[in-house]
């Protein structure tokens, strides 16, 4: 069987003229956005471009004042993050939201537990979470480890792990990279790319150009709420990277 070309075929997520106003404050104006599946897309921008805003409307955590959302080509609403999970949309924020007294397994399944007959599936969920960790190719010692032994790098592997428990076929990480170590950075953009091997589409929300063109298919740049360029990730020189994001005299938006 042939593998797909990442970027080809009808896209997993696709959204049109997406603008989103705060009263007086227009924090995106008609942003086009895609994703395809075993794609990660990179989403970078100064602060104040768009990012989190468009994360947002994706998670479900805000609703577009204008535009259109499509799910493989069909138009869909989401109304509350809730509605993004079962569309099958995993968003892992910045704070990771990790319980620091539970263990691994624990914080994977916190809130949805497997149960039956009024007792706790513990030895079910601890198979899952090996699975899971597995799967990620994760330094993970245990699946019992308590979290607070972990370091940032394997945090951010629980945070990723604990989205596959409801079998998302879309994952967004914003930051994912922030304040790690060199070494910790590159287990998480390994993950990164683990995720691209199942299958899942993936948006990469960074301020680290590095990190972005080191694991990216493509990247999407905003200015000021707007579109302001496309860039194959393979072969983008972080000059027009860093051109697109700042609007440096005579630059204009173009598409590889």
Known sequence: MTTPTPGTGMPLLAMHGITKRFRAVEALVDVTFEVHRREVVGLVGDNAAGKSTLAKIIAGALQ???????????????????????????????????CENLDVTANLFLGRELTGSGLMHEGRMEQLTRSLLHDLRTTIPSARTPLHQLSG????????????VGEPRLVVLDEPTAALSVAQTAEVLTLIEQLRELGLGVIFISHNLNDVRAVCDRIEVLRHGRNNGTFTGSDVRQSDLIAAITGAPGYRPTSP
């Open 153 to 164: 790098g394997q945090r951010q592997a629980v945070a990723i792990a604990r989205t596959l």
């Open 64 to 98: 577009p004042t204008a535009g259109l959302l499509e799910l493989d080509g069909e138009g869909v609403q989401i109304p509350s993050p809730s509605a993004a999970h079962r569309l099958g949309i995993a968003t892992v924020f910045q704070d990771l939201a990790l």
